[in-house]
């Protein structure tokens, strides 16, 4: 299998119950909050159809329509806004139902990630020997890392995960790959420094005991194997079934996992702080709204 086929099914977790949001998810699916005038989901629905997803199989739960509403097609809206020759908002509002197909699986109960990727195995097709899970909020920067995983699973088969290179002293905020290095004459068509064959994950670890600098991030090419493995965990830390103790028995009976160590940034969109960056970073590079904050963040930093 080449790499550009290694999956076509992008499954994308967004049935969370969002509490670092509340109040607004009370309402609001916190997918769909803008950064800057464009939800999170939409970026990583984009990044997976970049890297060559044809399908996305959104995990929502029964209150969170909305989210699966927004890549269905307004042609109402449509109409309107083409009589009103305003063809920069009409490519803005058909870019999202244009980027890949788009179904929905239900998750009834918000009991853990590994259990809301389960959810979607009723919606796999016979070809889809892998699939990729993206977390909605995180922002992968720049995109492309999905395309370097594939390469790997087309070179060593299994689950390829992504991992961030992050300094010992924050290390302990994350999930900790332990890791061996690869052979550097493999090729996979880039740093093969970046490729390290996983050999089991710690949660948030000191510091001092973290097996690596190489933090977990929201992106998995998962062998279909792994729909198997999640029914057989129980449930794990916080009472939830983890994707990660699925990958876990995996690793423990034999099958290959790796991590592409992905050299760029990332937001968390997942909580306040994090996602008023991401939402400062990108409008900063807008350039509407960009040099205006630029001035006045000078002003309001320059005055603390
Ligand atoms: P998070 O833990 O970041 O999201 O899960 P959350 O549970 O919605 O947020 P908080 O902690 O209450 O603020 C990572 C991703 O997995 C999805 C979430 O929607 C999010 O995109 N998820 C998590 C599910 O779909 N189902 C779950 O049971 C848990």
Redesign the pocket.
Known sequence: MSASTAFTTAIV?????????LPTTKAVP??LLPVVDTPGIEYVAAEAAEAGATRLII?TSPGKDAVADYFRPQPELERTLEARGKTELLAKVRRAPGLLQVETAI?EQ????G??VGCAEGNLRGDDEAVAVL???DLVLPSGVLTRMAAVRAKFGGSVLCAFDIPREQISAYGVFDVAEISQSTDVGFDPADVKQVHGMVEKPPAAEAPSTFAAA?RYLLDRAIFDALKRITPGAGG?LQLTDAIALLIAEGHPVHVVVHRGGRHDL??PGGFLRAAVDFALEHPEYGPDLREWLRERVGGV
């Open positions: 977790p967004a049935a969370g119950l969002g509490t670092r949001f916190k997918e995990v998750q918000a009991l853990g990630l259990h809301a977390l909605p909020d929201g939830e997942g909580n």
